[in-house]
């Protein structure tokens, strides 16, 4: 399935969409180049479950938890500035990615044998009129 975002307002829609298409997938890994949009449609995501909190992308911090207005854990990951596997092992990724929590994954390429066999992955790409072209996949 592919979804066309011609501005940031179609997001929020977008969102609601993808996230009936999830089902009982709670770990989502988002593909895209740096600045195609992974963490402001992550953004919407959080929204659209319940959570007012501000997010930002967890780039130094690796992992961001939110809560939402039922009290219920989104984590939200950053793995870009990794060097390795072993670091998201350090921190105990397994609690995060089997939580049954939303677990919204930027840059899992750099962890690609810890990732659960049951997650979606989202591809963002920007086409030459700076459309988003959002698909998804399991």
């Known amino acids: 399935m592919e979804f066309i975002a011609k501005t940031i307002n179609d997001l929020d829609q977008i969102s609601k969409e993808l996230l009936k298409l999830f089902g009982d997938n709670k770990v989502v890994l988002f593909n895209g180049e740096m600045g195609a949009g992974k963490t402001t449609l992550i953004k919407h995501l959080c929204k659209n479950l319940g959570i ?9 911090s690796i992992v961001n938890e939110y809560r939402n207005n039922e009290n219920k854990s989104i984590y939200h990951f950053d793995f870009y500035r990794i060097e390795n ?13 089997y939580s049954n929590s939303f677990c919204f994954i930027e840059w899992a390429e750099k962890i690609p044998n810890l990732i659960p066999q049951n997650h979606m992955v989202i591809n963002i790409e920007i086409d030459n009129d700076n459309n988003r072209i959002i698909s998804i996949a399991s």
């Not at 007012?52 to 130094?60: A, G, K, Q």
């Open 85 to 97: 596997e072993q670091e998201a092992m350090d921190f105990g990724y397994e609690d995060y990615f």
């Open 52 to 60: 007012s909190e501000n997010t930002s992308s967890p780039t130094f």
